[in-house]
């Protein structure tokens, strides 16, 4: 609805939009919505000088249409600061206390969590599931979803070494952690890592799907998406780049990602071979955030 208001000498314009679905902030979603989010604007219009102010019914700027996930595999430290500080541009957080949740809960990690999860930040366990060879029994990563949930009041799962075939067994394995997943209190997103193009068969057994795990050049040159990926909403599809080494290649990546239909991205200047490139956030981080959402200032990297 458009409604004209003149006061004197100036002329008022005030667009209402309906927004029907938000992401979460506090306490966190339990979801990550399929549409774009559409927060209510007001906008102000004078004949002298224009001027524009967004308003919002949350206590945090309005999220953007494209959004970071962060795999962050360090013990809390600054670089989680940084991450809560970029928020709500980031909406996802990864951890890995020990490639899953680890022998016992942790106090450090649990109050950090938390922290996270107030700035309206989902946070994420870690599991791998060596793509379903049968080393890694469904039972056993059920056993790591409970610690993560019961440890730490996670958000969600993020399966990583994921099969990308359709075959019965695979599917079967993840569908059954997909379940389990769901089942426990609170929220349960479920990530799926496959690294690559997948059978759509992973669709509706995930809220999230990685479409691309690899070096930059490799994102440049050789991705070739999926056609099925078209019928599902962008915030379906993460897409991970390694190796941008540059402020440059970082903005053509998110840009090229976005062109792509992802809704969910991470760029990092760390290697994905030879050194654990998620064990710190890339120096530029908050550029990259600044790249996604120009109006998040907050990005900081040091504590106050």
Not at 58 to 83: A, C, G, R, T
Not at 99 to 119: L, R, W
Not at 122 to 137: E, K, Q
Not at 241 to 266: C, D, E, P
Request: hydrophobic residues 35%; aromatic residues 14%; charged residues 10%.
């Amino acid at each position: 609805m458009i409604v004209l208001v003149v006061i004197g000498s100036s002329l008022f314009v005030v667009l209402a939009f309906s927004s029907s679905s938000f992401i979460k902030t506090s306490p966190p979603s339990t979801s990550v919505s399929n549409s774009p989010v559409t927060p209510s604007y007001v906008t102000t219009v004078s004949s002298s000088t224009a001027h524009t102010s967004v308003n919002t019914t949350s206590d945090f700027p309005p999220p953007p249409v494209m959004k970071i996930s962060v795999p962050l595999y360090s013990y809390p430290n600054e670089d989680w600061y940084q991450v809560v500080t970029s928020s709500p541009t980031t909406g996802i957080l990864i951890i890995n206390p020990n490639f899953g949740p680890g022998y016992s809960p942790d106090p450090v990690y649990a109050s950090a969590i938390q922290t996270v999860q107030q700035k309206g930040i989902n946070v994420l366990g870690y599991v791998y599931t060596s793509y379903a060879d049968g080393s890694v029994p469904v039972s056993k990563v059920e056993n790591w979803i409970h610690e993560y949930y019961s440890w730490y009041h996670v958000d969600g799962i993020f399966f990583d070494e994921v099969n990308s075939t359709c075959s019965p067994q695979t599917v079967n394995y993840y569908g059954a952690l997909y379940n389990y997943t769901k089942s426990q209190p609170g929220p349960d997103l479920v990530i799926l890592n496959p690294g690559g193009p997948a059978g759509n068969c992973y669709a509706s057994i995930s809220d999230i799907l990685v479409t691309f795990e690899g070096d930059y050049s490799q994102f440049i040159n050789h991705y070739v998406p999926d056609n099925w990926t078209l019928s599902y909403p962008p915030s379906h599809f993460w897409q991970i780049v390694y190796n941008a080494t540059t402020l440059q290649q970082m903005q053509n990546a998110v840009r090229l990602a976005s062109l792509r239909g992802s809704g969910w991205i991470y760029v990092t200047n760390g290697l994905s071979i030879g050194v654990n490139a998620l064990g710190r956030l890339p120096t530029y981080f908050c550029r990259e955030v600044e790249a996604i959402n120009s109006s998040n200032s907050t990005c900081n990297a040091t504590t106050t």
